[in-house]
């Protein structure tokens, strides 16, 4: 049997990793600064992490949701704490696509609508409701319905205002820095537009942090930058520092009712045990703020470099657009250089999205490869 293609392959098998290191099945060391699509939040192998998984695997690593599961009340009093969303609750599923599916089922539960206002370039997920919300057309099945969903211009709030001013919206979904678009960062002005008019038609708002969140850009969520809080969070991706888990964070006005969300996997033993050990690292570490720090040096190195374009983005989420095309840079980098950056749907930027707990030597050595290439 062949796997089905997901991703065009590079000819590099990893097989081990540590901090913002990885190695492969040649013994070529790789610095890391793209950490699995912004998965990799408190670095490869951290040995704490690793230790709560082995500790909690040689006990339990599953049960139903059917029984008690102390770990689940302790992460989420956890998340709460570094948050600052002590009063909401927490949904507990495996990735950011089920987030945002029950984000979505749990605003349209609240509102009974359907309509649901995104943004250009946004992506949500592959799964049925999340794609249909993706401003991708090639990889909406027919299957997926889409009649139901508006994409205004990225940050336009006189375009949100019309749209909201129509009546009948379920909620207004955005990232609150846009990943696969570019690295778009949703302006101050648009979160408290969509809140304030959230809140005058009754409408849902609701944040995916699914890859800024977890202290990536510098604050817990990317939407706190500003002030605004928003109804529904989704999380995943740095959640779990590689253990797939996803939740939702969900306001006190939400009703709950038995059946109304479910899930056989989510927030296991084994996964909860690594979301908590992520957690304590965050907070013993200090990497929210080690992420503000360190982003803000990358990014004013970066301004300078003769084929940067512009730097975009907030802590340790930034995009590059280049002058030139993106992918030969990025090339340069992995094959010639040992450096591994992301993509974008934009041919011309690169993206990176290291551990936060990025080493300033780290950074510079990157910084230093970048320069040469001209």
Not at 161 to 190: L, P, T, W
Request: hydrophobic residues 40%.
């Amino acid at each position: 049997m062949n796997l089905f293609p997901v991703y065009p392959l590079f000819d590099i098998t990893p097989i081990k990793g540590q901090g913002a290191w990885i190695w492969d099945d040649q013994g070529q060391k790789y610095l890391d600064l793209y950490g699995g699509h912004a998965v990799i939040s408190i670095g490869h192998s951290h040995p704490y992490y690793v230790s709560r998984l082995q500790e909690q695997l040689s006990q339990l690593a599953f049960y139903s949701n059917s029984v008690q599961n102390p770990l689940q009340e302790q992460m989420a009093e956890k998340l709460g704490q570094l948050s600052g969303y002590q009063d909401y609750s927490l949904f507990l599923i495996n990735s950011g696509a089920e987030a945002i599916e029950n984000a979505l089922k749990l605003a349209s539960f609240h509102t009974q609508r359907t309509k649901v206002i995104v943004l250009e370039k946004a992506f949500h997920g592959r799964t049925s409701a999340a794609v249909a919300i993706t401003d991708n057309p090639k990889i909406q099945a027919p299957i997926n319905p889409t009649s139901h969903v508006v994409n205004i211009p990225f940050n336009d709030v006189e375009a949100l205002e019309a749209e909201m001013a129509k009546g009948d919206v379920c909620a207004v979904v955005a990232e609150s820095i846009q990943g696969v678009g570019g690295v778009h960062v949703v302006s101050d002005d648009f979160w408290q537009s969509a809140r304030k008019l959230c809140d005058k038609h009754g409408s849902v708002l609701i944040a995916d942090e699914i890859q800024a969140g977890y202290g990536r850009s510098g604050r817990f969520f990317g939407h706190q930058h500003s002030g605004v809080r928003a109804d529904l969070i989704t999380v995943a991706k740095g959640m779990g520092n590689g253990f797939p888990i996803g939740g939702v964070l969900i306001a006190p006005q939400f009703e709950a009712w038995y059946g109304m969300l479910g899930t056989t996997f989510g927030g296991n033993h084994l996964a909860c045990a690594a979301a908590l050990a992520v957690l304590e690292v965050i907070e013993r570490e200090q990497l929210v703020q080690q992420a503000g720090t360190m982003g803000s040096y990358l990014s004013e190195k970066l301004q300078a470099h003769p084929l940067v374009k512009e730097v975009r983005g907030k802590g340790l989420m930034i995009g590059l657009e280049l002058t030139v095309p993106a992918t030969d840079i990025r090339k340069a980098l992995l094959f010639e250089n040992h450096i591994f950056t992301g993509s974008a749907s934009m041919p011309d930027v690169i993206r990176l999205l290291p551990p936060l707990n990025l080493k300033k030597e780290e950074a510079d050595l990157f910084l230093d490869t970048f320069e040469r290439l001209r």
